[in-house]
């Protein structure tokens, strides 16, 4: 069992950063591929980035390559997300994901799901 808060929401304008952190307890977390995705309103919940459990493998939906790093801390059982150059279209549901492998995760195989943490992005 695996258990996710997000946190590091909030409002930011267009250009700026945010981070968000993932808190994972449970002890399969440094064996887990962890994932995030995001829900903007009246969209479907869509893949933006995962990392492999020992943090060497990355990927990252198109729309933010380049722009968000994702990185993890097994000793702190925590994934991140860095968001840089953010766009209003950015704006959305954030959402921490763990799950077996990557090329599962990126189309939502995904065993456990975080509550989520709200960003948005003004022009």
């Known amino acids: 069992q695996v258990q996710l808060v997000e946190s590091g929401g909030g409002l930011v304008q267009a250009g700026g950063s945010l981070r968000l952190s993932c808190a994972a307890s449970?002890?399969?977390?440094?064996?887990?591929?962890m994932g995030w995705f995001r829900q903007a309103p009246g969209k479907e919940r869509e893949f933006v980035a995962a990392?492999?459990?020992?943090?060497?493998?990355?990927y990252y939906a198109d729309s933010v390559k380049g722009r968000f790093t994702i990185s993890r801390d097994n000793a702190k059982n925590t994934v991140y997300l860095q968001m840089n150059s953010l766009k209003p279209e950015d704006t959305a549901d954030y959402y921490c994901?763990?799950?077996?492998?990557?090329?599962?995760?990126?189309?939502?195989?995904?065993?456990?799901w975080g509550q989520g943490t709200q960003v948005t992005v003004s022009s």
């Open positions: 994901a763990a799950g077996r492998d990557i090329s599962g995760v990126r189309v939502g195989a995904v065993d456990y």
């Open positions: 449970g002890r399969t977390f440094s064996r887990s591929t």
């Open positions: 990392i492999s459990w020992s943090g060497g493998i990355t």
